[in-house]
């Protein structure tokens, strides 16, 4: 098993930035790549970013392209969301996860084995 812990979150203004942390331990060994979804208030669970475990392919969302900047650090095990003119539509819980198949598509939720627990992103108006 892989645990997965989210740190960055917090209220921001829009146009405004944050940077999203996600720490992976345990079996990491086994990783192929890694993502950020989020779930606004109301909303579906929605795909934002993903990354291989090796940080050579990226891969977004349309709505985040040019704003949103995934990567990772594989010596300390921890991925990163940067965003950038963030916009009131990205409030939203987001989520880190972990998937062990490089058979699986990269935005889909099902595709992931690990999830942590969530950060809120506020984007005020």
């Known amino acids: 098993q892989v645990q997965l812990v989210e740190s960055g979150g917090g209220l921001v203004q829009a146009g405004g930035s944050l940077r999203l942390s996600c720490a992976a331990s345990?079996?990491?060994?086994?990783?192929?790549?890694m993502a950020w979804f989020r779930q606004g208030p109301g909303k579906e669970l929605e795909f934002v970013a993903a990354?291989?475990?090796?940080?050579?392919?990226?891969y977004y969302a349309d709505s985040v392209k040019g704003r949103f900047t995934m990567s990772i650090d594989n010596a300390k095990n921890t991925v990163f969301l940067q965003m950038n003119s963030l916009k009131p539509e990205d409030t939203a819980v987001y989520y880190c996860a972990e998937k062990r198949s490089g058979y699986r598509d990269y935005d889909v939720s099902g595709s992931y084995d690990s999830w942590g627990r969530g950060t809120q992103v506020t984007v005020s108006s």
């Open positions: 990354i291989n475990w090796s940080g050579g392919r990226t």
């Open positions: 345990g079996r990491t060994f086994r990783t192929d790549g």
